[in-house]
Structures are given as structure tokens and as C-alpha cells.
């Protein structure tokens, strides 16, 4: 895997953890909007399986510390997106004002700080 360090190490556990708990959820969520409808659970559930292989695939890869920081923008950003979709189909409201725009830009700044990870060199 080529983790080296603690710092690096411990953020490519955050990342796999992150990975099997949105991959779980998106599941969940994919079922429960198959069988009680709501557009937002369905949009949800795609985007929480969708990033689910990222958050895979940057933790077991490590990756250069520009690519991790990419990865937990990526993780905060559907966790606002996601849980603002989510809190209009199971209450009725959304998480607060602002947190689906202001995750939907965590997650386009993600995958950019990812294309940018890309352009840097890598540290031995």
C-alpha cells in the first residue's frame, strides 16, 4: 500500500471506514427508495454508492497528502448534500439553509483538489 507515517496512515483508515459505512448507507438508502419512493432518498443513495469507491480506492492507495484533504471535501460534502436530501424526504425540512448548495461545492472542490493531487510529486 505504501502508507508511510501515522498521520497518513490514520487518514487512509478515516477514508476505508468512511467508504464501508457510505457504501452500507447508499445500500440502505437504495432499498428504502425503492420501497417508499422519495426522489431525494433515490438521488442520495446514488451519490453515497457513487462516492463510496472513491473513498476506497484514495484509502488504499494513500496517496499524496493533497489527495486525502481531496477525500475528506469529498466526505463532508455528501454528508450535507446527502443528509439535506435525506432530512427533506424523512422530515419534511431541510438540515439547515445552505447545506445542499454549500455541499454540492465540497464535493466539485473534492474531485478538482483530486485532478490537482494528480499535478503534484509525489514525496518519498
Known sequence: MGLTGQASDSGSRVLVLAAGLVG???????AAAAHRGGAFTGTAANFLLMHAA????IGLAGGNRCLRIAGLALLA?????????LARDF??????????????????????????????????
Open 24 to 30: 452500507a448507507a447508499g445500500v440502505a438508502l437504495s
Open 54 to 57: 472513491v473513498f476506497l480506492a
Open 77 to 85: 460534502g455528501l454528508l450535507l448534500f446527502c443528509g439535506d436530501l
Open 91 to 124: 422530515l419534511g425540512s431541510r438540515l439547515f439553509p445552505m447545506s445542499a448548495p454549500i455541499g454540492g461545492t465540497l464535493l466539485i472542490a473534492g474531485w478538482v483538489a483530486i485532478a490537482v493531487s494528480a499535478l503534484r510529486r509525489s514525496r518519498p
